[in-house]
Structures are given as C-alpha cells and as structure tokens.
C-alpha cells in the first residue's frame, strides 16, 4: 500500500512563489511516474506536471510551464512542485499522485494512489 502526504500550502499574494512537498511511503518502488494535479471548486481535477521515476524527464501543462516545477528526492521518496510568479488563477486544492504504469499520462485516472491534497490560495 503506497501513501501520499501533501504539504506546503497557504495564502499567498500574486507573484509569490511557493513549494509543495508530497512524502510517498509504502511500496514506492513500482512506481514509475509521479504527478501533481490541482482541482478548483466546481472545476474538474487539472494536469500540472508529470517527472519519471528513474529517467528523471518532465512534462508541464501549459498553464504552468516556465513557472512551475516538479522535482523528486528518490533517496527520501519526496516529490516537489516549486510555484513562481503565482497567479490568482492558480488557486486549487493540490494534489500529488504516483502511476505504475509506463509512459506519461496527463490524465487523472491513469494514476493509482493520490494525496489528500493541500490548499493553494492566491490573492490579486
């Protein structure tokens, strides 16, 4: 059994920056791909980011590319999402979630284990 734990989220002002952290325990290592989603109210679950397990290569939405970047520790099994030039339309609940299987996927149900999530509130 994998477990997900999401912190570092908050209030903060357009253009603040902000880092998510995900702590990942269990059975890990299956595991080949890692991801965050964000999901507003009344908004459906959103693709932010995707890195390999073991190749280490990312992907980004395009909404968050250039801003936004995922990271791994494989020696603490964090995964990391570093925020820059946050913006009011980033205000979600954030999600980290892990995927066995191979290839990226931008979609939310080819992810087997996800968080509980940590709420990100931007203001203008």
């Known amino acids: 059994q994998v477990q997900l734990v999401e912190s570092g989220g908050g209030l903060v002002q357009a253009g603040d920056s902000l880092r998510l952290s995900c702590a990942t325990s269990g059975r890990t290592s299956s595991s080949q791909k890692m991801g965050w989603f964000r999901q507003a109210p009344g908004k459906e679950r959103e693709f932010i980011a995707a890195i390999r397990r073991t190749s280490g290569t990312r992907i980004y939405s395009d909404s968050v590319k250039g801003r936004f970047t995922i990271s791994k520790d494989n020696i603490d099994n964090t995964i990391y999402l570093q925020m820059n030039s946050l913006k009011p339309e980033d205000t979600a609940v954030y999600y980290c979630?892990?995927?066995?299987?191979?290839?990226?996927?931008?979609?939310?149900?080819?992810?087997?284990?996800w968080g509980q999530g940590t709420q990100v509130t931007v203001s203008s």
């Open positions: 979630a892990i995927s066995q299987s191979a290839g990226f996927s931008r979609i939310a149900s080819d992810y087997d284990a």
